[in-house]
């Protein structure tokens, strides 16, 4: 058996006001990505505070899109320059987070743009330092390496080339106390997506493998809880612990199909992206060769079969997404592109368990 193992982020879990000296020593100007509920929830407010109790000085970019283009990076990347930014503070879901990466490496690479992230050669200098304040408990971005942007020059969303992996990640659940019940559900199923395809995946170990499982116990505990929409502290706790600790895993593993799949209904029908790899999430585990470790999961949610997975997923998400055959042809064709060069399915998947898996929706 051969495997690595590295996750450098430094994890802080409780109010962000008691780790404020942990924003000392990144430089004296600090720009904070972000989107428009920072300020509602009070991270950005908090972030404010622990950056003026440290005399840093700091430019808010406050534009982050949902699902954030390159465009909207360089953007951010520009405040930055233009501010003489030293770091970068990222505040909100992923969308905000994966920016904040993704803008941290231009600001130390004013030779290059945003539209040049996906070329092949890579960037001459270190991204900038990012610390990272997660408002929802999904994507585990702040402890993963990963920036997905949405790509208009390919009608897409994919992750760059490049890792950037936080310094820091602030875990607080206070800020998600503000979500939106069905984006509760959608984040949740984010980070169950990610527990799953990351222990299924060609490229799980044994630490990956321990950590998904703790994470799938967690998720059977709340199963009920996001049916009845029950967002209370102690629930909102283990969501986010659950949500980075499945971060830590997909660092490791990557994702797979459905988050392949899923982008294609993100970009085309604007379906949330937790709730796209949620709605292909059963038919996905139908097509796996692993039957063991598919067995397993179901046992560790406390879920009889697949059917009774899909029930349950499809109860939280109440979906309408309706897609046409040539949709269908299309979207499963580029996924079967992307899932062969990822190389990340366990075997062969063929076009037509793809197919399945998008008329299962
Ligand atoms: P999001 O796109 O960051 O946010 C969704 C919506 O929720 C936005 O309108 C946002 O508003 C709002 N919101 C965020 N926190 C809130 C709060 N506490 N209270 C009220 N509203 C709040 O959603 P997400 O699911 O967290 O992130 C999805 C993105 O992450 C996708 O682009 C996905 O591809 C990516 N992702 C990245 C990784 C990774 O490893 N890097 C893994 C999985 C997914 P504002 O933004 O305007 O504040
Ligand atoms: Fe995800």
């Known amino acids: 058996m051969n495997f690595q193992f ?22 004296k100007r600090a720009l904070i990505v972000t989107g428009r509920s920072s300020a509602a ?7 404010i505070d622990a950056l003026n109790q440290n005399s840093i000085a700091y430019e808010v970019f406050d534009k982050i899109e949902e699902n954030p283009s390159t465009q909207n990076v360089q953007d951010a990347a520009n405040a930055g320059i233009d501010f003489g930014a030293a770091f970068v ?71 760059i080339p490049h890792l950037v992996y936080p310094d820091k990640a602030f875990l607080c659940p206070k800020y ?10 959608n ?79 993100t970009y085309h029908h604007n379906v949330h992206h937790g709730a796209a790899c949620g709605l292909l999430l059963a038919d996905y585990l139908k097509i796996q060769p692993e039957t063991k470790k598919t067995q397993k999961i179901l046992g560790l949610l406390g879920f009889a079969g697949f059917d009774e997975l899909k029930k349950w997923i499809r109860g ?4 309408t997404i309706t ?9 499963s064709k580029e996924s079967y592109e992307k899932i062969q060069k990822a190389g990340t399915h366990p075997g062969d998947v063929g076009l037509e368990d793809i197919k399945k898996i998008f008329y299962g929706i």
Do not use: W
Not at 6 to 27: C, M, R, V
Not at 41 to 47: E, I, M, R
Not at 316 to 319: C, F, I, V
């Open 323 to 331: 897609l046409t055959d040539a949709e269908i042809e299309r979207y």
């Open 316 to 319: 939280l998400l109440n979906s």
């Open 89 to 159: 503070v990222g505040v909100g879901g992923g969308s905000p987070l994966d920016a904040a990466k993704a803008a941290a490496l231009l600001i130390n690479n004013k030779d290059r743009d945003a539209s040049t992230f996906y070329d092949p050669s890579p960037f001459t200098n270190k991204t900038a330092s990012v610390l990272a304040i997660p408002t929802t408990a999904g994507t585990g971005s702040e402890v993963t390496p990963f920036a997905i942007l949405t790509r208009h020059d390919a009608q897409t969303k994919g992750s």
């Open 41 to 47: 929830n009070g991270s950005l407010g908090d972030t």
């Open 187 to 265: 984040t949740a199923l984010d980070a169950l997506c990610h527990l799953t395809e990351g222990y299924l995946t060609s490229k799980a170990n044994p630490y990956t493998d321990m950590l998904a499982e703790g994470g799938l116990v967690a998720f059977g505990g709340l199963k009920g809880d996001l049916v009845s929409h029950n967002f209370n502290e102690d629930v909102r706790t283990r969501l986010l612990l659950a949500s980075t600790l499945a971060g830590l895993v997909i660092t490791h593993t990557k994702t797979s199909l459905p988050h392949q799949m899923g982008y294609a209904l």
């Open 176 to 185: 998600t106390a503000t979500l939106p019940k069905q984006l509760a559900v």
């Open 6 to 27: 590295f996750s450098p982020t430094k994890i802080f879990f409780g109010p962000l006001g008691q780790y404020a000296n942990e924003f000392d020593g990144f430089g």
